[in-house]
Nanobody, 121 residues
Framework: QVQLVESGGGLVQPGGSLRLSCAAS????????MGWYRQAPGKQRELVAT???????NYSRSVKGRFTISRDNAKNTVDLRMNSLNPEDTAVYYC???????????????WGQGTQVTVSS
């Protein structure tokens, strides 16, 4: 099993910045993807940014250029630096780990408990 512990959410004014952090522990596969998703009230959960263990990244169009994802493979942590925040970024942000087992073509996803980010004046 895998445990994901998030931190760093909160209230910020429009134009401000926040940093989210997530620490993973447990059974983590050699090939994996760590990242962040978010869910706003009344909306579906959506991808924000992900990063493979090889360093390749994927950003949603709405955050590209404003958010930066980084990870420390040795510590199994992933951070999300969020700049130029606007009210549309308000959501619960979830850390995600996708274990990939290429030899058996299997993927298993794990989720953190979520952390609230509110952008408001």
């Amino acid at each position: 099993q895998v445990q994901l512990v998030e931190s760093g959410g909160g209230l910020v004014q429009p134009g401000g910045s926040l940093r989210l952090s997530c620490a993973a522990s447990g059974s983590i596969s050699r090939d994996n993807v760590m990242g962040w998703y978010r869910q706003a009230p009344g909306k579906q959960r959506e991808l924000v940014a992900t990063m493979k263990n090889d360093g390749s990244t994927n950003y949603s169009r709405s955050v590209k250029g404003r958010f930066t994802i980084s990870r420390d493979n040795a510590k199994n942590t992933v951070d999300l630096r969020m700049n130029s925040l606007n009210p549309e970024d308000t959501a619960v942000y979830y850390c995600n780990l996708l274990n990939i087992y290429l030899s058996v073509r299997t993927e298993t996803a794990y989720w953190g408990q979520g952390t609230q980010v509110t952008v408001s004046s």
